[in-house]
């Protein structure tokens, strides 16, 4: 028994020994990885007056207290239709053309138009350029980050980006495809002129519709079963008169497996008949509707439209690689197969945090009423939740639900294609708020929080009490500082996420004498560490390795015990042969 116990002992020395030789070595010192250019929070280009309440062509303009306000001549133009404002507010729209929105006859005499002519194109945003070597029209959803898209945009007069000088995108043409608003009972008439390079359709999904219209022509649009496709260069009007309010959907049904996440796909809401409801046609870029309808504003202070949608970056490539439509086709429609896809970036109202702050916060008061409308865009199920708040969950699909079922809750759980309605309250009574602040909202399915896996990012933003928000938009935050995010080289995944905030010698920065690895790196390296066996790894230099080794000589000296018998007779024996052969 003495002896067993000095056999224990004696491995016990062996694991201290071998934990403090390991103990001893110091870490490298850590080094500053230089942040690189960050963006302004708020760019410059939105002049201070359009954030202001204001009235215009006698269209009442809700303030709006975000980075990126809508243009106030677009919101007159949305509500009065561009054949009753002035050339001068057309002048100073985004470049809506002419035609774009008409409204005419008040058929039911109550003071609002009921025959809506709405004109749709079909642009790509960050397509390949035979010019140049970039994209163009360009939109980037954080970053750096420009995957292409494919969107339904209002008609435009002009060209498709800002002006001859510029790539980028005219806003009117962005993700998401417009949040489009009609009024119970109107006959409207949506054509749309396909200037893209492939045959398109529009489904509407939930919105009442016949499915021939008054010309004999199919109205569903599905190719297979109602309608040929919209071929490049041509238009297709789909006549409707819906005769049931609600939330509804609009896509593409041609390839819909990849024409949906491709960005073309909207919320398009039918408004309940009211007296003298000139409704906003589009809200473009979607978040805050700055001139609510009839219905709206008699219960709700304000209303957001909110769409969800992930991206896979490689399918978003695909248009990128060639400007021979054929070569994308194939690209597209043979080679690419979505049940291997992966989702790598998500949007809220097509952007990712942190260009979501710029745009999609809800701004409130205490003691305000907010209506919500929220379209899931993802090809997953969709988990929002509110920071600080309660919502009741009033439709679904565009169906009030009875009020004994409208469930307040802190989760929002959806289907893809699904839309809600949610009524939030910001009366600080310990259920539906919690008080003023600045609280986020998400979608609480954890890939979300990330932008091509690199957090914080996603489709994150932010639910904000005015008396938290300075002049320009910026949330007055109470943590970290945001800086960073607004670099290409975070999300190049250059940047230590928490070098400016751990101790004096930076303990969570980059060790001295490392570089920084690349994305393609830093896969590699988990794809290798994945796949490698735990026993052929390197231990010796870490502290599990020496708690490891000790723990073997430890095992071996007792095992040199317990055959004791057996290795003195072996070894005996291999003596005395090899004392025979001299």
């Keep these: 028994m003495q002896t067993r116990c000095l056999v224990f002992l004696f491995g016990s020395a062996l694991l201290g020994l071998s934990t403090g030789a390991g103990a001893v070595t110091s870490p490298p010192p850590s080094s500053k990885v230089p942040m690189g250019e960050a963006e302004p929070f708020c760019d410059d280009r939105a002049p201070s007056d359009w954030r202001k309440a204001q009235v215009l062509e006698g269209v009442t303009i809700q303030e709006s207290r975000v980075c990126n306000p809508d243009n106030p001549a677009d919101i007159a133009a949305f509500v009065k239709g561009t054949n009753n404002i002035s050339m001068q507010t057309i002048m100073d729209t985004s470049n809506l053309a002419a035609d774009a929105i008409t409204k005419t006859n008040d058929m039911d005499g109550d003071g609002d138009p009921d025959h809506i002519i709405i004109k749709l194109e079909i642009i790509e945003l960050n397509g390949r350029s035979p010019d ?3 994209v163009v029209p360009t939109f980037d959803i954080a970053p750096g980050i420009q995957p292409s898209f ?3 945009a209002p008609k435009s007069r002009d060209m498709s980006t800002r002006s001859f000088a510029s790539v980028e995108a005219n806003p009117l043409i962005r993700m998401p495809s417009p949040t489009i608003r009609i009024e119970q009972g109107d006959v409207v008439w949506l054509v749309v002129e396909n200037t893209h390079y492939f045959p398109h359709s529009i489904h509407l999904h939930g919105v009442d519709h016949p499915f021939m219209d008054h010309g004999g022509e199919g109205n569903d649009g599905v190719g297979q ?16 008169r819906p005769r049931q309010p609600g939330t509804m959907y609009y896509h593409c049904h ?9 960005g073309l796909a909207g919320m398009i809401v039918v408004e309940e008949n009211k007296p003298n409801n000139w409704v906003q046609t589009f809200n473009v870029g979607n978040g805050q509707v700055r001139h609510p309808s009839v219905a709206v504003s008699e219960k709700f202070d304000q209303e957001y439209d909110l769409h969800y949608q992930s991206v896979d970056k490689e399918m978003h490539a695909l248009p990128q690689l060639a400007n021979d439509p054929r070569l994308i086709a194939r690209a597209m429609n043979q080679e690419y197969d979505i049940t291997d ?7 809220l109202n097509g952007r990712s945090f942190p260009y979501t702050l710029r745009e999609s916060l809800i701004t409130v008061d205490p003691d305000q009423k907010i ?7 993802h090809t997953e199920t969709l988990a929002l939740h509110t920071h600080g708040h309660k919502a009741t969950e009033t ?16 989760v929002y759980m959806m289907a893809p294609a699904q839309r809600l309605d949610l009524s939030i309250s910001t009366k600080d009574d310990g259920l539906h708020s919690f008080g003023s602040g600045i609280w986020m909202f998400h979608d609480h399915v954890e890939k979300a929080f990330t932008t091509d896996g690199m957090g914080e990012g996603g489709s994150i933003s932010l639910i904000v009490y005015k008396s938290y928000l300075d002049e320009k938009g910026t949330p007055k935050t109470h943590g970290m500082d945001l800086t960073p995010y607004f670099t290409k080289e975070f999300w190049q995944r250059k940047i230590p996420v928490w070098q400016d905030w751990a101790d004096d010698w930076g303990s ?13 790196t830093v896969s590699k390296a988990v794809e290798v560490s994945s796949t490698s066996a735990p026993l052929s790894t390197d231990t010796s230099s870490s502290p599990l390795g020496s708690l490891f080794n000790g723990l073997m000589f430890g095992i071996a000296g007792y095992l040199l015990y317990i055959y004791r018998d057996r290795v003195r007779a072996v070894i005996n024996q291999v003596a005395s042969q090899a004392k025979g052969k001299h």
Excluded: C
């Design 508 to 520: 969570l920065g980059e060790p001295a004498g490392m570089q920084t690895a690349d994305a393609a």
């Design 341 to 347: 896809a992966t989702e790598d970036y998500f949007l």
């Design 150 to 152: 494919w969107v339904f």
């Design 371 to 377: 209506k919500l409308r929220i379209l899931n865009g």
């Design 254 to 262: 041609v390839q819909p497996h990849t024409h949906i996440p491709m």
């Design 225 to 240: 079963t109602s309608q040929m496709d919209i071929m490049p260069g041509e238009s297709k009007t789909y006549v409707i």
């Design 395 to 410: 439709h679904y699909d565009g169906v009030e639900q009875n009020p004994s079922a409208q469930v307040t809750r802190d």
């Design 132 to 134: 140049f070597a970039g």
